[in-house]
């Protein structure tokens, strides 16, 4: 697998807001109308306000009629009112609608995402790296990535203030303007030192967020909520979460006190920079050097123009970090996937149906593993036949079934669908001739048929829904329900659902599977929590009904799958013995080591008190 891109440096600034942009564009592209307007009027509202005193004693000084005055006076008034109600309005859109809308987004393009993009990539450390930084980013309507229309209004409102308001100072006295500007770099450089930290330490505060996420979620599942009663492990969990988010606010805080110094210095450099300021414009009045008019009007530029340059800092500042947000959104959002998603060999058809399954020296280890999950593994799997993979746990036997069925990627070596390989059919095609049950059954929330089929009700057949189920063995079940299959699962979500046994799990599973009716069955341990004569008649089931199909069955059971036409034996991540059960009884290997073993094991554990071996 390519190495993940944690940092993202191929993307810019001005890229990142062109994205955000574009986002927003798309998504509704009246609110950046709106945007536009709310720069306007953000700009001309403030100065109408300190112009209006100046337009005042200007008219009274120089005697101006009443009609005069009444004329320009209420005027200004009016176009007044009229850019307050705007900015109301637009103010109200982009402070609230904008986040609002990107987040809705944003929860599309991560859905979007984590649905389509290769399996193998969501268990990839990087990959996960990746989301855990962007899930930050997306984590909230207010985040500054979320919020870049809102940020560059207002940074564009602190410019165009900044230039309007610095040229009526500019006309008054030149070195006002240059002590502002040069309080202001001092300002930014305090802030940017403060970011500085804060990306400095984006890793730690990922991992622990993880960690926190992880355990959070932990507690509140049944299984694990067992265990932390039977083994009294409340206190230690307690303290492991507590010290967890100890770590995780002791880093927030330190960068929350460099936002702190950054602010304090403003607070400093304003009061140096705004007396300084008035005491010139006071000097100058005195001298007569400007009007009682443009002492007003100046004096209140110079303390609106040091509120444009502290905003001009700030938004600058959100910028970038919603800029750095962005970037992490953007790197896994664009994370390459490794499969063939466009144009791609036809599949096996008609008497091509079920295929041959070759793998040859097929190796893989998992992203961060020094000792490699498979190794240089050949095997062939005839059409239509039946396969077993058995052998210890943690042998590679799941491994294996991934990479068949197309969830990984081999690293080595190559995998071939008759005699194409599979890298060249596209990657959700190739996913349509496999029928997998995994160990973990996952049920949708919504009733039994859907679960079956694994489609909207709409496009559902109730009537082979019903057969399946009655080839699974689930129709007795079902009928006793009063609204058979269309009872609803997965009590979490819907408080009118049942809760299906293990048994029933692995009925229903099998009902999928054979709706789906695609030509390679593969069962990876779905029975492991059954006992051994439960398992083997499962398998049995499933073989009976699967008739003409390849199928491939996963144990560490040996006894399960002794019906199989042959046994691959996987020991130390290879295939180590190939043949039937009676020829690798016969050959006196690993195999027959392991069996004896488990047999004897599974006689002496259905003793019964007279000791004598129980039946089966």
Request: hydrophobic share 45%.
């Amino acid at each position: 697998m390519e190495k993940a891109n944690p940092s993202g440096s191929e993307y810019s600034l001005g890229s990142n807001i062109l994205f955000a942009l574009r986002s927003h564009w798309r998504t509704k592209k009246s609110t950046l109308v709106f945007c536009v307007i709310a720069i306007i009027a953000g700009v001309l509202l403030p100065f109408i306000g300190i112009l209006l005193p100046k337009l005042v004693i200007d008219l009274l000084t120089t005697g101006a009629t009443p009609g005069h005055f009444v004329t320009i006076i209420g005027g200004a008034a009016v176009l007044f009112v009229i850019l307050n109600g705007v900015k109301g309005y637009t103010d109200e859109i982009v402070n609230n609608s904008v986040g609002t809308l990107a987040a809705f987004n944003s929860i599309t393009q991560k859905a979007e995402k984590n649905l389509n993009m290769d399996y193998e990539l969501m268990e990839h450390p990087d990959v996960q790296m990746l989301e855990e930084r962007a899930g930050r980013a997306w984590d909230s309507n207010h985040t500054p990535a979320h919020n870049v229309p809102r940020t560059i209004v207002r940074l564009a409102v602190n410019v165009f203030g900044f230039i309007l308001y610095g040229s009526v100072i500019i006309a008054v006295h030149p070195a006002i303007i240059i002590f502002l500007i040069i309080s202001a770099i001092i300002n930014w450089q305090s802030l940017a030192a403060a970011r500085k930290f804060e990306i400095a330490t984006e890793e730690e505060r990922a991992t622990l967020s993880r960690k926190l996420s992880y355990m959070h979620k932990s507690l509140k599942q049944p299984a694990g909520a067992k265990d932390i009663r039977l083994y009294s492990m409340a206190q230690w969990m307690q303290k492991l979460f507590f010290g967890t988010l100890s770590q995780n606010e002791h880093v927030e805080d330190k960068i929350a006190a460099r936002y702190m110094w950054a602010q304090l210095m403003e607070g400093l450099l304003i009061l140096i920079r705004d007396g300084a300021a008035y005491a010139l414009l006071i000097y100058l009045l005195l001298q007569g050097r400007i009007t009682l008019g443009d002492f007003v009007f100046v004096f209140a530029a110079i303390g609106a123009f040091a509120g444009w340059i502290s905003g001009i800092i700030l938004q600058a500042s959100e910028l970038l970090r919603a800029s750095d947000q962005t970037t992490h959104i953007r790197a896994f959002l664009d994370y390459p996937d490794r499969s063939n998603l466009g144009k791609a060999a036809p599949l096996p058809s008609g008497s091509q149906l079920p295929p041959t399954i070759s793998l040859c020296g097929v190796s893989y280890a998992y992203p961060k593993s020094e000792k490699a999950a498979l190794q240089d593994v050949s095997i062939e799997i005839s059409a239509g036949e039946r396969v077993a993979i058995v052998g210890a746990n943690g042998a590679g036997k799941t491994t294996l079934i991934k990479l068949i069925c197309g969830l990984y990627r081999p690293q080595q070596g190559q995998i071939y669908l008759g005699e194409v390989e599979v890298d060249k059919y596209n990657r959700d095609e190739y996913f349509s001739l496999f029928s997998t049950v995994f160990q973990d059954i996952h049920l949708l929330t919504c009733d039994i048929a859907g679960n079956i089929s694994q489609m909207p009700s709409e496009t559902t057949d109730d009537q082979k829904v019903e057969k399946c189920l009655r080839l699974s063995g689930l129709i007795d079940k079902v009928q006793t329900l009063p609204a058979r299959e269309k009872t609803l699962l997965v009590r979490e979500v819907n408080d009118n659902a049942i809760e299906l046994s293990g048994g029933e799990k692995q009925k229903l599973a099998l009902a999928r599977a054979l709706y789906k009716d695609a030509p390679v069955i593969i069962l990876d341990e779905p029975t492991a929590a059954l006992d051994p004569i439960a398992e083997s008649e499962v398998y049995q089931k499933y073989a009976e009904l699967t008739d003409g199909k390849t199928s491939i069955y996963i144990s560490h059971r040996l006894a399960s799958t002794r019906f199989c036409d042959r046994i691959f034996f996987m020991d130390n991540h290879s295939i180590a013995e190939v043949g039937s059960h009676d020829e690798l009884m016969r050959l006196g290997g690993k195999y027959a080591e392991m069996f004896e073993v488990q047999a004897h094991y599974y006689q002496e554990g259905v003793r019964g008190q007279d000791g004598e071996v129980a039946a089966g």
